[in-house]
């Protein structure tokens, strides 16, 4: 198989994956993956949704406080003590701009906050127009420098029972520690359940054919370790699991970024979902515990509100880091991921680990290339034998067959050699698309005239560099097609590749264009060997 058909093959695996992955993520048949990970550990269970008051109106609130560390500035509603706000400091908005990028909010026609409270017999957020109304000692708090740990308590009394909602968030961190103690002095037991989920509105998943982010809900269970559950499927059916050691999570995420509500040491944890008119939840809700008169008891939650940062949501949970979601071939992309990691770390630039990396990879590959055109090119020499061989033997497909493979075996030529690369190469490049668009990493960081790395080219130098890379290779590697029009699909063949990479985000670009730049280079090396060893035959 010579290198223009290796081109047309291309062609059509990355149109076939593009199709899928937007097809994938249009559809997104989560309810399915529901029944599978209903196990025997994760039977299914009432929702505890149940017991919260349906109506989506909030009380009024009274006032928001403000609270900043160097990574998140919040703000939290006093009436609740719900999350109504998060903005990420050390992230833009969008590309130059100075105001921080908002992943929760709370405004018309696009709500998106954490909530959390305190259910069961005695509860006080049974009512989402009656919730507590909690009193703090200032309107603002901030980490000040020297300081590594920030707590906001909130408190409110009701019927002889004290309860304090506390907030700890940690520098560089965006993990924010979420617990409530409560002493119970009513003369009487009282029996509480914490519950803690993320309220969005219920949007579109998102992404482009290019593109196919995704924008929804996903969860782990102690069986599951990572599914999306999109708003769709939330429409369609209320998710429902036990997690009998308490080990899971409960997430809204997005292109770059994620929140989630981790329980913390509650084994018999409900993981649920559920729907009131345009708004959709997903979170836990921790069994009851029920507390005696003059005894306090504790429940704790993290939420993690912020970018997806592999190694710091792997500490914050276990398998939190998944929702940097790498697709079927993660266990290429993630090890491509830490790699390209390592080498910025020397480097100091994305632009140039993407370079290094593609050294890299093709280094590593290049037997595999000398030995496809060490194939191509005995292919090309038997073509006389192939030709005469053609004439003699006619239309006897079988024999044909036979005799074809008796010459292959003599000359000890493989006529699918030159696949093996090919076969490699694709994988490789699918996973280091996911990689590079799942990359918060890459987000705004520049490289020569590219302001950001994870968008397209806005002058489309690189496409256009990278077609031109692609017919000279098509121009050094000669064929043995000559049928017309198979020839004039193989010289259209860069023009077409070049229409896709136009939108494609620059850095995956600049890989294949360095790739295109390294296999030219090959490509000569391995051709002059050749014409030494009187192979190579135009």
Known sequence: ??????????????????????????????????????????????????????????????????????????????????????????????????????????????????????????????????RPNYSVSADSFA?????????????????????????????????????????????NNATFGMYAHLRQNLLDSG??????TYRGGAYSTEDTRYKKYSFDDMQ?????????????????????????????????????????????????????????????????????????????????????DLVVDYGWLWFIAKPLHMLLSFIQSFVGNWGLAIIGLTFIVRGAMYPLTKAQYTSMAKMRMLQPKLQAMRERIGDDRQRMSQEMMELYKKEKVNPLGGCLPLILQMPIFIALYWALMESVELRHEEFLWLKDLAAMDPYFILPLLMGASMFLIQKMSPTTVTD?????????????????????????VLYWLVSNVVTLIQQTLIYKALEKKGLHSK
Not at 153 to 180: C, E, H, W
Not at 486 to 507: A, R
């Open 1 to 130: 198989m010579d290198s223009q058909r290796n081109i047309l093959l291309i062609a059509l695996a990355l149109v076939s994956f593009l199709l899928y992955q937007q097809w994938n993520v249009a559809k997104n048949p989560a309810p399915q993956a529901v029944e599978q990970a209903q196990s025997s550990s994760t039977l299914p269970a009432p929702s505890f949704a149940d017991e919260l008051d349906p109506a989506p109106a909030q009380q009024a609130s009274a006032k928001t406080i403000t609270v900043t560390t160097d990574v998140l500035t919040l703000s939290i509603d006093t009436v609740g003590g719900d999350v109504v706000s998060a903005l990420l400091n050390q992230y833009d908005a969008e590309l130059d701009s100075e105001d921080s990028f908002v992943l929760l909010r709370n405004e018309p026609g696009h709500q998106f906050i954490a909530q959390s409270g305190l259910v069961g017999p005695q509860g006080i957020d049974l009512s989402s127009t009656n």
């Open 236 to 320: 369609s059916r209320n998710l429902s699991l036990n997690l009998p050691n308490g080990e899971g999570w409960a997430a809204m995420i997005q292109h770059y970024f994620a929140s989630a509500w981790v329980p913390r040491n509650e084994p018999g944890t409900n993981l649920y979902t559920r729907v009131i008119g345009n708004l959709g939840d997903i979170g836990v809700r921790m069994p009851n515990k029920t507390i005696a008169n003059g005894d306090a008891a504790s429940f704790a939650a993290t939420l993690w509100v912020g970018p997806k940062l592999q190694s710091e949501m792997a500490a914050t949970a276990s398998n939190l």
């Open 484 to 508: 017309p029009m198979q020839q004039k699909i193989m010289t259209f063949m860069p023009v077409m590749f070049t229409f896709f990479f136009l939108w494609f985000p620059s850095g995956l």
């Open 143 to 187: 980490l000040a420098d020297g300081q590594d740990e920030l707590r906001i308590p909130m408190t409110f009394q009701a019927n002889g029972i004290d309860y304090v909602k506390t907030f700890i968030l940690k520098r560089g961190s965006y993990a924010i520690d979420v617990t409530f103690d409560v002493a119970n002095n009513s003369g």
């Open 207 to 212: 992404g482009s054919l290019t593109m196919p």
